[in-house]
């Protein structure tokens, strides 16, 4: 074992927290304003990259942290470690309704692709690095973009995904399509492309975007049903402020006919 052995509980239903339980010495790294409530006891440090040990001084650091950029997240992340003499625990919440999903990464072959915020948080040890679509097709037009997160070890990772989730085990060959964005996370033998929607009133009237995710087994896919850049969306559009908003007519003939060319 390279990675702190922590235990855990997740708490509540649509806007979930988990506390994790911290034997004295050791550490869990979580995304930065993850950070609900904690004991005392417990030291904070902030860290270049993902404070997974690897050797390497201070350039191998700041490599780390620039790996971190290309996710789009921050380049620091927060280390929680317990500095008292008896077990303490720390919490961390998720952002947005959804699930909390515990990944036990020494019994899913040491290592999970996943979408570039999906993280969490995770026991130290874990190393939080991104991934190179071996497509260029997948990586300018997957809605996940070009990089996705790897994370890597023999510990616990925590991700957080939107609305309720579905796990998958794909057999050898076997195809499964989804929405880009509903994609949370799947084991590294999973073949991952973007496939064009074929027929072009599909394409321009099906309200449902011009590519989707194709994935191939053997292994491991997390769906989430409720991506947030959908749920941002849906809200964005329903501000006073947005004239698309403004649907006041919603239940009537022309509301119909908005809704018909609007793909909803």
């Known amino acids: ?49 993902d404070g997974s040990g690897e050797s390497g001084g201070l350039m191998g650091k700041l490599f780390g942290a620039g790996k971190r950029l290309l996710t789009g997240e921050s380049l620091f992340m927060t280390a929680f470690t317990n500095q008292a003499s008896g077990k303490k625990h720390v919490s961390f919440a998720a952002p947005y309704p959804g699930k909390i999903i515990p990944l036990d990464l020494s019994v899913l072959g040491g290592r999970m692709i996943c979408q570039k915020d999906a993280f969490l948080c995770a026991a130290k040890g874990v190393s939080i690095g991104i991934e190179f679509q071996k497509k260029l097709g997948t990586g300018f037009f997957g809605g996940e973009g070009f990089i996705m997160q790897k994370l890597e070890g023999d510990g616990l990772a925590f991700v957080h995904a939107g609305g309720m989730i579905k796990e998958l085990e794909l057999t050898a060959g076997e195809t499964l399509r989804i929405d880009t964005g509903c ?4 084991t590294s033998s999973v073949d991952y492309d973007i496939e064009f929607v074929k027929g ?8 449902e975007g011009l590519f989707f995710a194709t994935l191939r087994g053997p292994g491991k896919v997390l769906v989430q049903s409720l ?3 959908r749920l941002a969306s849906r809200v964005f559009s329903a501000m006073p402020g947005n004239p698309v908003g403004r649907r006041q007519d919603e239940g009537s003939i022309t509301g119909g006919l908005f809704d018909l060319f609007d793909g909803r």
């Open 183 to 186: 994609l949370v996370a799947m």
């Open 1 to 49: 074992m390279n990675n702190h052995d922590i235990d855990y509980k997740i708490e509540g239903q649509e806007m979930q927290f988990v506390e994790v339980e911290l034997d004295p010495g050791e550490t869990i790294v979580a995304e930065a304003g993850s950070f609900m409530m904690m004991d005392d006891g417990i030291g904070m440090e902030t860290i270049f990259g």
């Open 200 to 207: 072009i009133k599909t394409a321009l009237f099906g309200g």
């Open 227 to 229: 991506p947030f850049s």
